[in-house]
């Protein structure tokens, strides 16, 4: 046989290394694996999951090297890639599992236990299928016995790749998976194994050749590891992490709180000292403190009291109430051990409808004011000349001591004017053709002027005769038409209110009804009256001119009686109006 010399026993010619068994085709020449050297390039292999690349085999490894890096590289990747196989009751409690090891090949067992079925089960006891498909149950009746029959169906192992074989072996009711791992098919799949290091600073890998043993090849990974530890109880620490792919670990700081309470209750303890009758004691097993007082009861008021009525607390929960009155608010203001009640005058004297000042006058200019200076000062009224006062309660009386008054005016129409108060103004109006002129002075006069009439002529029927040249003087008018009776004329002032009433006459009403018959004041024969109308309102635009009957604001209705006649102000649009009404008829 030929042989190879590589310095290596039993390697030389010697003929002492022998082959116990041919293959076929029948081997011319053996050689020694140990003197077989691979010269190709490394063989790798790229993990897909983590990304590593691994060296599998060298250049210049032995051939028995190789082969044994070979199969330690596809043993740990079956491993890793290995599914176990988990038998449970957990869906059958009356089914116990047993496993047993051999080798690399798992068996599990699965038997009924029948005590466990025979306790449970009694006459009224019914046995179902719990909803797998690992276990059947049939039921048999013959008399008042019912045997339920449980059957544990059997468990599928298959294989998920080429590299692993799965054999079935039936024992009797149990099944026996037998797994195996299939050497030649890692043998053929085998690629270049390589380990470095990934993306985490905490992964290590180091290279160690020729260990285990010579021409192997050891990749060490190691984690950098951070120990964080607690120097007090107080801080607890919990390391978790570490794991794949990034091997980071993660520490949790906790702070125990029962620990931590005693010490601030020993740290306070031991600094708070009581100082103005008040004690401080501190127990460190109990971690108590407990203040106490040496002053015994303060001053206080036991009873509230408006000097009327007293009021003394009944409990240490009673209450004392502060609350608003009529213009007041009430607010209560929690602070720092103490409390404010607020009391807010909400009725102020600047907002209330007072007089802040009293003006005087005496009906013209203000001849001086009164003005307080506090809440408190009084206002004098003083009477004057033949004014006297009166004081009853809070009603002051102020009374006019002049006697020798005109109480009432009359004016040629019979019609009593009186004062309606004491500042009430009687007016001197001129009618038709009269003006009023008043003079003020140590001597208050009023003249009246007849500046009306500056001449007369006489019309159709009409004779005039006077006096004086140029008619002046006594003016009479005549009528020279046949008549019955003597011609006579009568002028009756009319005053309307701002309501549209006749007040002159006073009737009231938008219509006054004037008498001039038998009965009235004036005699005239209503069968021959005429009516005209004169505007005498001061400062009015018509003032003194004759207004048109009807046609005006006004309507007269003659005949409503004998010597009668009715004045209606239309609508009553008519205000704050005076007119004189002339009227010219024949007296009966």
Not at 381 to 392: F, K, N, P, W
């Given at each position: 046989?030929?042989?190879?010399?590589?310095?290596?026993?039993?390697?030389?010619?010697?003929?002492?290394?022998?082959?116990s068994?041919?293959?076929p085709?029948a081997?011319?020449?053996?050689?020694?694996?140990?003197?077989?050297?691979?010269?190709?390039?490394?063989?790798?292999?790229?993990?897909?999951?983590?990304?590593?690349?691994?060296?599998?085999?060298?250049?210049?490894?032995?051939?028995?090297?190789?082969?044994?890096?070979?199969?330690?590289f596809?043993?740990?990747?079956?491993?890793?890639s290995?599914?176990?196989?988990?038998?449970?009751?957990?869906?059958?409690?009356?089914?116990?599992?047993?496993?047993?090891?051999?080798?690399s090949?798992?068996?599990?067992?699965?038997?009924?236990?029948i005590?466990?079925?025979?306790?449970?089960?009694?006459g009224?006891?019914?046995?179902?299928e719990?909803?797998?498909?690992?276990?059947t149950?049939?039921?048999t009746?013959?008399?008042?016995?019912?045997?339920?029959?449980v059957t544990?169906?059997?468990t599928?192992?298959?294989?998920?790749d080429d590299?692993?074989?799965?054999?079935?072996?039936q024992?009797?009711?149990?099944?026996?998976a037998?797994?195996?791992?299939?050497?030649?098919?890692?043998?053929?799949?085998?690629?270049e194994?390589?380990?470095?290091?990934?993306?985490?600073?905490?992964?290590v890998?180091?290279?160690?050749?020729n260990?285990?043993?010579?021409?192997d090849?050891?990749?060490?990974?190691?984690?950098?590891?951070t120990?964080?530890?607690?120097s007090?109880?107080?801080?607890?620490?919990?390391?978790?992490?570490?794991?794949?792919?990034?091997?980071?670990?993660?520490?949790?700081?906790?702070?125990?709180?029962?620990?931590?309470?005693?010490?601030?209750?020993?740290?306070?303890?031991?600094?708070?000292?009581?100082?103005?009758?008040?004690?401080?004691?501190?127990?460190a097993?109990?971690h108590?403190?407990t203040?106490?007082?040496?002053?015994?009861?303060?001053?206080?008021?036991?009873?509230?009291?408006?000097?009327v009525?007293?009021?003394?607390?009944?409990?240490?929960?009673?209450?004392?109430?502060?609350?608003?009155?009529?213009?007041?608010?009430?607010?209560?203001?929690?602070?720092v051990?103490?409390?404010?009640?607020?009391?807010?005058?909400?009725?102020?004297?600047?907002?209330?409808?007072?007089?802040?000042s009293v003006?005087?006058?005496?009906?013209?200019?203000?001849?001086?004011?009164?003005?307080?200076?506090?809440?408190?000062?009084?206002?004098?009224?003083?009477?004057?000349?033949?004014?006297?006062?009166?004081?009853?309660?809070?009603?002051?009386?102020?009374?006019?001591?002049?006697?020798?008054?005109?109480?009432?005016?009359?004016?040629?129409n019979?019609?009593?004017?009186q004062?309606g108060?004491?500042?009430a103004t009687?007016e001197?109006?001129?009618?038709t053709?009269?003006?009023?002129?008043?003079?003020a002075?140590?001597t208050?006069?009023?003249?009246?002027?007849?500046?009306?009439?500056?001449?007369i002529i006489?019309?159709?029927d009409?004779?005039?005769?006077?006096?004086?040249?140029?008619?002046?003087?006594?003016v009479?008018?005549?009528?020279?038409?046949?008549?019955?009776?003597?011609?006579?004329?009568v002028?009756?002032?009319i005053?309307i209110?701002?309501a549209?009433n006749?007040?002159?006459?006073?009737?009231?009403?938008?219509?006054?009804?004037?008498d001039?018959?038998?009965?009235?004041?004036?005699v005239?024969?209503?069968?021959?009256?005429?009516?005209?109308l004169?505007d005498?309102?001061?400062?009015?635009p018509?003032?003194?001119?004759?207004l048109?009957?009807?046609g005006?604001?006004?309507t007269?209705?003659?005949?409503?009686?004998s010597?009668?006649?009715?004045?209606n102000?239309?609508?009553g649009?008519?205000?704050?109006r005076?007119?004189?009404?002339?009227?010219?008829?024949?007296?009966i």
């Amino acid at each position: 046989m030929a042989c190879s010399n590589c310095n290596t026993k039993n390697c030389g010619c010697s003929g002492t290394y022998v082959v116990s068994q041919t293959c076929p085709p029948a081997c011319s020449e053996v050689f020694n694996s140990a003197c077989i050297v691979y010269t190709g390039v490394d063989i790798t292999c790229t993990n897909s999951q983590t990304g590593l690349n691994s060296t599998v085999v060298s250049r210049n490894d032995y051939l028995d090297t190789a082969l044994t890096s070979i199969v330690n590289f596809f043993c740990a990747r079956v491993n890793e890639s290995l599914t176990s196989t988990v038998v449970t009751t957990a869906s059958a409690p009356y089914l116990a599992v047993t496993s047993s090891l051999v080798g690399s090949v798992t068996s599990f067992s699965v038997d009924l236990d029948i005590d466990a079925v025979a306790a449970a089960v009694d006459g009224n006891t019914t046995v179902v299928e719990a909803g797998g498909t690992n276990v059947t149950v049939d039921e048999t009746i013959v008399g008042s016995v019912t045997t339920y029959t449980v059957t544990a169906q059997g468990t599928d192992v298959v294989s998920g790749d080429d590299f692993i074989d799965v054999q079935i072996t039936q024992v009797g009711d149990d099944d026996i998976a037998t797994i195996t791992l299939d050497i030649a098919e890692v043998e053929d799949a085998l690629g270049e194994v390589s380990v470095a290091q990934g993306t985490s600073d905490n992964v290590v890998v180091t290279t160690v050749n020729n260990f285990p043993t010579t021409g192997d090849t050891q990749y060490r990974l190691d984690v950098v590891a951070t120990d964080v530890v607690s120097s007090d109880p107080i801080l607890t620490v919990v390391q978790s992490g570490g794991i794949s792919p990034d091997y980071d670990q993660v520490f949790t700081l906790d702070l125990d709180d029962t620990l931590l309470g005693d010490f601030i209750m020993d740290t306070a303890g031991a600094n708070i000292v009581g100082t103005g009758g008040i004690t401080v004691a501190y127990d460190a097993i109990a971690h108590q403190i407990t203040i106490g007082e040496t002053i015994g009861i303060p001053d206080q008021w036991k009873i509230i009291s408006d000097s009327v009525l007293d009021i003394t607390a009944g409990s240490p929960t009673d209450k004392l109430s502060i609350v608003s009155g009529v213009g007041t608010a009430v607010a209560l203001v929690a602070g720092v051990n103490e409390g404010t009640f607020t009391v807010t005058n909400t009725d102020l004297g600047s907002s209330q409808l007072i007089f802040g000042s009293v003006d005087c006058n005496n009906g013209g200019p203000s001849v001086g004011t009164c003005t307080a200076s506090t809440n408190i000062d009084a206002l004098t009224i003083v009477g004057g000349d033949d004014i006297t006062l009166g004081v009853a309660g809070n009603t002051i009386t102020i009374n006019n001591d002049i006697d020798n008054v005109y109480s009432d005016v009359i004016a040629d129409n019979a019609v009593t004017l009186q004062a309606g108060s004491t500042t009430a103004t009687l007016e001197l109006l001129g009618g038709t053709g009269i003006s009023t002129v008043g003079a003020a002075g140590p001597t208050n006069s009023v003249t009246i002027n007849n500046d009306g009439v500056t001449s007369i002529i006489a019309g159709t029927d009409i004779s005039i005769t006077s006096t004086g040249p140029g008619g002046t003087g006594a003016v009479t008018v005549n009528s020279t038409a046949s008549t019955n009776g003597n011609q006579f004329q009568v002028a009756q002032d009319i005053s309307i209110d701002g309501a549209g009433n006749f007040t002159s006459p006073g009737s009231g009403a938008t219509t006054a009804v004037l008498d001039f018959g038998p009965t009235g004041s004036n005699v005239i024969s209503g069968n021959y009256m005429q009516v005209s109308l004169i505007d005498a309102t001061p400062g009015s635009p018509t003032d003194g001119q004759q207004l048109a009957i009807p046609g005006g604001p006004f309507t007269i209705q003659m005949n409503v009686g004998s010597g009668k006649l009715a004045l209606n102000n239309v609508g009553g649009t008519t205000i704050n109006r005076q007119y004189v009404l002339v009227v010219t008829g024949n007296a009966i």
